[in-house]
């Protein structure tokens, strides 16, 4: 009787685990753009780790459009598929890469597409650069502000992004999809991202936002918060189009 063929990663799966722990998983679609390979290069990978138990492989419902085709690896002959197929490392596999207990995780539908843009955003910027000090992750920054009563102790930025030209300076970065209405959430919500910025001697906070309406939304509060601190426009906050930086991932790419 033969035994199984003992699995082994291989240094480009090592470096795609890493950085899905880094950033809680990924959609499949996702794992496409980081590989750089085809759909079906992706989905090959994805049974790969899923058959070893390195990884849970789940379909997540996010109203984001289809057509979707079933997957006879991951989906049940019975069911339409709805949705993209997302894939994130099983607790122990995550922790050995993280170096703590992440506890249990799995995606949810009301956050799937703010870390969908958020890592593709990462991607366009480094790559599969996974050196915290390169671009340190919500979750990484989660762990490291965690205050004594289990809770963070301030805003907690989606990532925090190294200077190319000036590597000692570092910036937060806030990606913003839809508008925060009432009582002055975004406001709050811009100002929070400030003072935890300033509060770590950051550079500042670069904004990536979607859509017209928003990004004018965003500069108009950013100058409602210049003239509070009376000053012509803040010199540490920057706003740019999240669709245009994503068009041009080859050009900002290290």
């Known amino acids: 009787m033969t035994s199984a063929p003992e699995f ?11 950085f899905c722990a880094q950033q809680y998983g990924m959609s499949l679609t996702t794992l496409m753009k980081a590989m750089e390979r085809s759909q079906r290069s992706a ?8 058959e070893a138990g390195r990884v849970h492989v789940t379909r997540l419902d996010y109203g ?26 099983r607790r122990e596999i995550a922790w050995g ?20 843009a958020v890592t593709e955003l990462r991607l366009a910027l480094t790559g599969m650069e996974t050196d915290p000090e390169v671009w340190t992750s919500e979750r990484l920054l989660r762990r490291r502000f965690k205050s004594e009563n289990g809770l963070p102790g301030s805003h907690i930025s989606d990532g925090w992004f190294q200077d190319f030209a000036d ?11 839809s508008r925060k209405f009432g009582d002055g959430r975004l406001m709050r919500s811009m ?4 003072n935890t910025a300033e509060r770590h001697e950051l550079a500042g906070v ?9 990004r004018r939304a965003v500069e108009g509060v950013a100058a409602r918060m210049a003239r509070q601190r009376g000053v012509e426009r803040l010199l540490n906050l920057e706003i740019h189009d999240l669709d245009a930086t994503l068009a041009r991932n080859e050009v900002n790419k290290p």
Request: net charge negative; charged share 25%.
């Open 8 to 18: 082994r990663l291989q240094p480009r799966d090592t470096r795609i685990e890493e």
């Open 43 to 50: 989905y090959k990978l994805a049974k790969r780790l899923h």
């Open 64 to 89: 984001s459009p289809g057509p979707w085709r079933r997957s006879e690896q991951f989906d049940d002959s019975t069911v339409a598929p709805h949705g993209p197929l997302w894939i994130y490392l």
């Open 97 to 116: 890469y993280l170096e703590f207990d992440p506890g249990e995780w799995q995606p949810k539908a009301s956050t799937a597409a703010h870390l969908t």
């Open 167 to 177: 590597p000692d300076k570092t910036w937060a970065i806030e990606v913003e999809l």
């Open 191 to 194: 100002t929070a991202a400030l």
């Open 206 to 214: 670069l904004y990536f936002v979607r859509g017209e309406g928003l």
